[in-house]
């Protein structure tokens, strides 16, 4: 079997470094979708080319620069988040050691927010692209490495002759996404990704599992966001024929059985909304569904044809209890917007799973009990609490630097869910922050009302199955710790 290519991609194995073992194989464990589409866009050029999930496979650095040495790639590219910096810069020293040859690229959300700074954090990358690469990493691979053929790419960051950082203009946002090919879904192993084990508690399939977007971009200027610097606020659709096809290739070739629309706001163009739904319904597909929404983008008429699609699960992005701070993160929705979302989706037999951030701007005592109070309120089967965390390039990075707030220079506390927690209020501290998530934890998830309803949705034996078992996963990790 030949195993060699020209051009290797990896997902670093980010959970198993960042969280736990134990966390790895409770969270959902989700493709790498953007790597997949990049893979496709490369093979369609006629490069060959492999995807490594290491962070599915929880490998460790040894077997990464194994694989890669079997591979013997031109090019390996990396994916960067903001708590993976260290982790990629330690495997790059180690495939360089072994192959000192090869060109390393880094790309992703980091990668676009402080490329420079990126690039001379990692001495052994030797290429970065800033945004969507998909058209840049072709171009990049057609010139052979020439500095003379550098120059005019735009997006690109490189290293000269004299190993001096070169940042070229511009970023691409490609404006035709129908353009781009199909994920590269036959390349991985489908099978071990895994959607949210929220769906066991309705009985429902859970693996394979397969993100799907119809969507790139988000006009929203929520502060503590960073998709916007990959994407931009201009929002490119696909064509539903397209988004249905895969689909159709998903079920029928690769026999996923749980998808989730994952968009920032699937509902944000009606008729391109109605159009996929009413396909799924032609469909009548036995599959588990999944959708995020803005709480402003749904009415009941299409909450009510999700449900005909056969969605049984919408996320919403709630985020705090307290217009004020609701005001202060730039989230342009009311209060009573949120609600009523959530209302009429569980009218119409709806699960949803609701996000809150603990720490934004303005936060205090009276804010969580608000917080508090209108989580209980909105008597949701599924929560979600993360800390504010601002991300380079967001928002919040910003108001941190504008308000002479001291941010850690450890990229590993960037992170939703980890500890410590950083502190975006002069008043309050890390602890104090640790303990208003708890607060919230035990309030809202610990209640015996959040247990008579999870017991009146899904039963007992999924109470005690699934439910309990979950619960003391996380409580022992984020409430006992």
């Known amino acids: 079997m030949d195993n060699t290519c020209n051009v290797l991609l990896i997902n670093p194995p980010i959970t198993l470094e960042v969280y736990s073992e134990q966390l790895h194989d409770f969270w959902s ?36 620069v194994s694989i890669a040495r079997k591979c013997n790639p031109q090019y390996i590219g990396f994916t960067v988040m903001t ?5 990629v810069k330690r495997i790059c020293s180690k495939i360089k050691k072994k192959l000192p040859n090869v060109k390393i690229i880094l790309g992703g959300v980091h990668a676009t927010a402080l490329p420079f700074e990126l690039m001379n954090e990692l001495q052994d990358a030797d290429y970065l692209i800033k945004g969507e690469a998909n058209e840049i990493l072709i171009e990049l691979i057609k010139s052979n490495d020439k500095i003379e053929n550098l120059s005019n790419i735009e997006g690109l960051l490189y290293r000269n002759q004299k190993k001096d ?34 769906l066991m508690w309705n009985k429902q399939y859970v693996k394979p599992y ?40 998903l079920v029928q070739k690769c026999n996923v059985k749980s998808i989730c629309i994952q968009d920032d706001s699937f509902t944000i163009k009606k008729n391109h909304t109605y159009e996929i739904c009413q396909g799924l319904i032609n469909r009548k597909y036995d599959i588990s569904l999944m959708c995020q929404s803005r709480a402003d983008t749904v009415d009941e008429d299409m909450i009510n044809l999700f449900k005909k699609a056969g969605f049984t699960w ?40 609701l996000n809150f951030i603990v720490g934004l701007p303005g936060e205090n005592s009276n804010t969580i009990k608000e917080t508090i109070d209108f989580a209980r309120q909105l008597k949701s089967v599924s929560y979600g609490f993360s800390f504010a965390t601002p991300f380079p390039g967001t928002n919040l990075w910003n108001f941190a630097a504008k308000n002479s707030i001291n941010l850690s220079t450890n990229w590993n506390y960037y992170d939703w869910v980890n500890y410590p927690p950083q502190s975006l209020n002069k008043d309050i ?21 959040y247990t008579f309803r999870i017991i009146q949705k899904f039963g007992i034996k999924i109470f005690f199955k699934f439910f309990l078992v979950d619960s003391i996963k996380v409580f022992s990790k984020f409430i006992l710790k």
């Open 29 to 64: 464990l989700t493709p790498p979708y953007s790597l997949l589409v990049l893979a496709a866009s490369i093979r369609q050029a006629g490069v060959k080319v492999k995807v490594l999930d290491a962070d599915a496979d929880m490998l460790k650095d040894e077997e990464i």
């Open 210 to 249: 397969a993100p799907v977007f119809t969507s790139w971009g988000c006009p929203g200027t929520c502060s503590f966001c960073s998709n916007r610097l990959m994407h931009g606020n201009k929002v490119r659709f696909r064509d539903p024929e397209k988004v249905l096809e895969e689909i159709d290739y």
């Open 429 to 449: 501290t890390s602890n104090d922050l640790i303990k208003f998530r708890k607060r919230i934890i035990r309030k809202v998830m610990m209640s015996p009302s």
């Open 314 to 353: 919408i996320s919403f992005g709630i985020e705090s209890g307290s217009q004020e701070i609701l005001d202060k993160a730039n989230k342009k929705l009311t209060k009573k917007i949120l609600y009523n979302a959530v209302l009429i989706s569980h009218k119409a037999g709806l699960h949803t799973h």
């Open 165 to 198: 950082i070169i940042i070229n203009k511009g970023q691409v946002f490609i404006d035709d996404i129908n353009k781009l090919p199909m994920p590269a879904w036959d390349i991985i192993d489908l099978n071990k990704y895994r959607a949210y084990r929220l």
């Open 83 to 87: 708590p993976s910096v260290y982790l």
